[in-house]
């Protein structure tokens, strides 16, 4: 395990192409059409999607206009094929650390596109220093947009007041731990008992005050506390849906399903995966040795 973590946070050292071995489980790949082959194959499966192009702290406008420019064609692409997915976008992808005002008129024109295709924009929730802005900049598309919605972090020890104005406009929540799991304790708690109760007592609140909550974790206790939640409450398969990453937890992602819950899949894609896989990987460095004795597998194969 110790092994595992250290490999785990050396890795943004090594060569890409050999953290990409790491990656690979986590990623839908490089392209739109790989991700696309992806979000067919889990419809087909029954199960829905979210697409999100990897990208954070973009240094440059033109980065983030590129990003806009890939959602956009991916929102033609989802209508065109009748996908059943919606994206997911981070703000600092589409530029809040460089202007507030830029990044706000981004994600409208993204959100615009979406709109006229019934399709939903979901934005992600990153450190603290971005959630009120986050927060600010989801208020205002939610005056024009019915198809945009946000991610409740239950590691945040905000998250209690947080969600009080959300539960005021009945918002599309995400609700998840964390995954910035370096913030300050001040800011967040460390506790993984505490996290949970927090997720279980946020879930509580967001489904008995009618926001319709998108239940985002692999954590089986938790899993298990909304399912008591869901049959409390009398809630139908309207109310929520359960959330996975992409590569993680299949077969609990299955076994819901196979229940007759909605479960949607967060698909990322793109060339800027680094960062993303190796938090993923950080959260669960035994991935690491799984990757290790998979290569392992192949090599005796041969
Ligand atoms: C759909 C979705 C969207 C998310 N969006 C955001 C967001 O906008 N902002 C944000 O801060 N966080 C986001 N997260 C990440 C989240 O905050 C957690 O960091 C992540 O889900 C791990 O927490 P967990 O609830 O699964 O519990 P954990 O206790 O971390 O995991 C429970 C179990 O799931 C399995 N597992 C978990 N992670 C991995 C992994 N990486 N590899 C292999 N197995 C694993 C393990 O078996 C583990 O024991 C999102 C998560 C999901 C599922």
């Given amino acids: 395990m110790v092994v595992n973590s250290l490999i785990a946070y050396l890795l943004p050292l090594f060569p890409k192409s050999f953290v ?82 830029f990044c706000f008129d981004n994600i409208r024109e993204v959100a615009g596109h979406a709109a006229g295709r019934g399709i939903f924009v979901r934005i992600d929730m990153e450190d603290t220093a971005l959630k009120n802005d986050t927060l600010d900049l989801f208020f205002r598309l939610k005056t024009e947009f019915g198809n945009v919605g946000i991610v409740v972090q239950a590691y945040l020890r905000s998250a209690i007041q947080d969600i009080k104005p959300l539960m005021d406009v009945k918002a599309g929540i995400r609700l998840c731990k964390g995954a910035y799991y370096w913030e300050p304790k001040k800011e967040v708690y460390k506790d993984p008992a505490i996290i949970r109760s927090s997720y279980a007592y946020l879930l509580e609140q ?54 007759g819950h909605p479960v949607r899949v967060y698909v990322p894609f793109g060339e800027e995966w680094p960062a993303y896989s190796i938090r993923r990987l950080k959260e669960n460095p035994k991935m690491v040795s799984y990757v290790f004795s998979s290569l392992l597998k192949k090599l005796i194969r041969r």
């Fill in 20 to 101: 990409k071995i790491f990656a690979k489980p986590y990623l839908a790949g490089e392209t739109l059409e790989e991700a696309l082959a992806e979000i067919r194959a889990l419809n087909a499966r029954g199960i829905s999607a979210t697409l999100d192009l990897l990208g954070e702290d973009p240094k440059r406008r033109s980065q983030c206009r590129a990003a806009v420019e890939t959602y956009t064609s991916a929102l033609g692409r989802i209508a065109e094929e009748g996908l059943d997915s919606g994206i997911s976008l981070k703000p600092s992808h589409m530029g809040l650390k460089l202007d507030k005002t």
């Fill in 206 to 259: 967001l489904l008995s005050h009618g926001c319709f909550t998108g239940i985002a974790t692999h954590d089986e206790t938790l899993v298990f506390e909304a399912l008591k939640i869901i049959d409390r409450l009398g809630l139908g398969k309207d109310a929520y849906e359960f959330q996975m990453l992409f590569g993680v937890e299949e077969e609990l992602r299955t076994i819901l399903r196979d229940q």
